[in-house]
């Protein structure tokens, strides 16, 4: 996963980087039916990662299980459930991303910036 997302400061927010991982819900409602979906693009070998590890979660005791069954006793679908899951699952590898990379070393020479890249 850590190879895949590189350098977590590239999105300044959980949103962004649950938009590009393609965990982030967007709207696909139509008339009175409200519900929302997950976006078909986005990083999709992550969002394998997430997925699983949303699978991983939902079948052995963890707070993600508790979260899971917290969406479902409000009336989510399963599936709807395990959308919110994936997405909560996001968000903690963003800010354990943001957390690691604030607690690494600087670089010899400084940090490097985008035109370094080439």
């Known amino acids: 996963m850590l190879g895949d997302v590189g ?3 590239w999105f300044p927010t ?3 980087f649950a938009s590009w991982n393609g965990t982030a819900p967007i709207d696909a409602s139509s008339g009175d039916n409200n519900r929302h979906r997950l976006l078909r693009s986005g990083n999709r070998r992550i969002n394998r990662v997430l997925h699983i590890a949303a699978i991983v979660q939902i079948r052995h005791d963890t707070p993600g299980r508790a979260y899971y069954r917290r969406k479902l006793a409000a009336g989510k679908s399963p599936m709807q459930a395990l959308r ?5 699952l996001s968000d903690v590898v963003y800010r354990q991303s ?3 990379r604030a607690r690494r070393p600087p670089r010899p020479g400084g940090p490097r910036t985008v035109e370094d890249h080439g």
């Open 7 to 9: 350098d977590v400061a």
């Open 14 to 16: 959980k949103g962004h």
């Open 84 to 88: 919110c899951l994936k997405r909560r």
């Open 98 to 100: 943001r957390r690691r």
